[in-house]
């Protein structure tokens, strides 16, 4: 009798353990109060954390095989310590550990079936079909490197919008998710021709950006979007305006999402007839001075330290990086993030807004980062 009480009283522990378990991760959840941000601030005097390729799951690992294979004919950016992250649902990222700023992207397939089938999986002896349904649906996929890194948590463009649309309508007070959107235009098929690898449709011409747009509102209502007009107002160009610092206030700014451009080659299709953004939803990673010069990229904190200080002092929106290649989350080194914050970068990218579930192994460190109030930080070159 004893005994069965003792494992009586064991078991009820081990539930109490696992209640405060869940309820110390739900606190950590509703901790992240967006309503306590000061509403009167302009959304250009914070700093926000982001996340790179934010919708993006491990490569399978008969892959990662595959790409070390042919290392010698890709580039950098493809070769597999460069692919070793992966992301949690982009809610998750919104509720748990306050990013604010995301990354997707996007290729283009206006017909459907383009990224069904996989060369990379072929090669590597698995089955070449997806057999994933969506993928053969007409409209903007989401995916890092078509046939080799195509895991992801959202296949589709607007999957990820309807995401990201139903947690701001569960969490209405919410400072503003910015959207940085890459078109995709590179693939395997660049560097290893000839073998069956896709290749991509243009985002170059004015139709594709069209589809872009109409996908957005397809999700969006356009008063749930801060636009370049809203930015804009009265000035006579957007960079004006920018420059006058009439960026909208934080409570003028919950619960809506922005769009921002990571391309810069498509910037001549998408301005055409509309040199200040006029009635378009993207804002265009441009040139300071430009007539549509708003959002501006600089992701090496490393070169452009100076510079990024400079043009966040002239009010313009920056994005840099933390940390790439998984080289810091190996090595432990803050000092790319140090730089980003005191650089005045609105938006500071990382893979490692937790640490990689690997830590402690021998090769991944607990690297991760954060501020303070897992939420924003106050802009050290705007806020008054």
């Not at 919708?55 to 399978?60: A, E, K, S, V």
């Not at 070449?128 to 409209?139: F, K, V």
């Not at 046939?147 to 607007?158: C, G, L, M, V």
């Amino acid at each position: 009798m004893k005994k069965y009480l003792l494992l009586l009283l064991l078991f009820a522990l081990s539930l109490n353990a696992c209640k405060k378990d869940q309820e110390n991760f739900q606190k950590e959840k509703v901790s992240i109060q967006d309503g306590e941000v000061p509403g009167d601030l302009k959304i250009n005097q914070l700093q926000y954390l982001g996340s790179h390729n934010s919708y993006r799951l491990r490569t399978n690992e008969a892959i990662m095989d595959f790409i070390i294979s042919i290392g010698n004919f890709l580039p950098a950016a493809y070769s597999a310590s460069e692919l070793d992250y992966e992301h949690i649902p982009l809610k998750d990222q919104f509720s748990y550990y306050g990013v604010r700023q995301i990354e997707l992207d996007l290729y283009l397939d206006q017909s459907g079936g383009l990224y069904y089938n996989r060369k990379g999986n072929a090669i590597a002896g698995l089955d070449e079909a997806s057999g994933i349904p969506e993928l053969q649906n007409p409209g903007i996929k989401i995916l890092h490197i078509p046939d080799i890194d195509f895991n992801t948590h959202n296949y589709t463009f607007k999957s990820a919008l309807e995401e990201i649309k139903a947690w701001s309508a569960s969490y209405p007070e919410h400072i503003p998710i910015f959207i940085l959107l890459e078109l995709g235009n590179n693939s395997v098929n660049d560097y290893v021709p000839g073998i069956g690898f896709v290749s991509p449709e243009s985002w170059n011409n004015a139709q594709a950006l069209n589809t872009l747009e109409n996908e957005i509102l397809d999700v969006f209502e356009r008063n749930q979007i801060i636009t370049p007009d809203d930015v804009r107002g009265n000035f006579s160009t957007l960079n004006e305006a920018v420059l006058a610092n009439n960026w909208p206030s934080i409570d003028e700014s919950r619960g809506k999402v922005m769009f921002l451009h990571n391309n810069d080659d498509i910037n001549s299709i998408y301005l055409a007839g509309n040199p200040s953004l006029e009635n378009k939803l993207i804002f265009t990673n441009s040139d300071p001075g430009n007539d549509d010069a708003a959002f501006i990229m600089r992701n090496s904190v490393n070169a452009s330290y100076m510079q990024i200080q400079d043009l966040v002092a002239q009010g313009y929106i920056i994005r840099t990086r933390a940390d790439e290649g998984t080289l810091q989350a190996r090595t432990n080194d803050y000092s790319q993030w140090n730089l980003c914050l005191s650089s005045g970068a609105h938006f500071i990218s990382t893979d490692y807004y937790k640490s990689d579930s690997r830590a402690g192994d021998g090769t991944w460190t607990d690297y991760s980062v954060s501020f303070d109030n897992k939420l924003y930080r106050l802009n050290p070159i705007t806020h008054p």
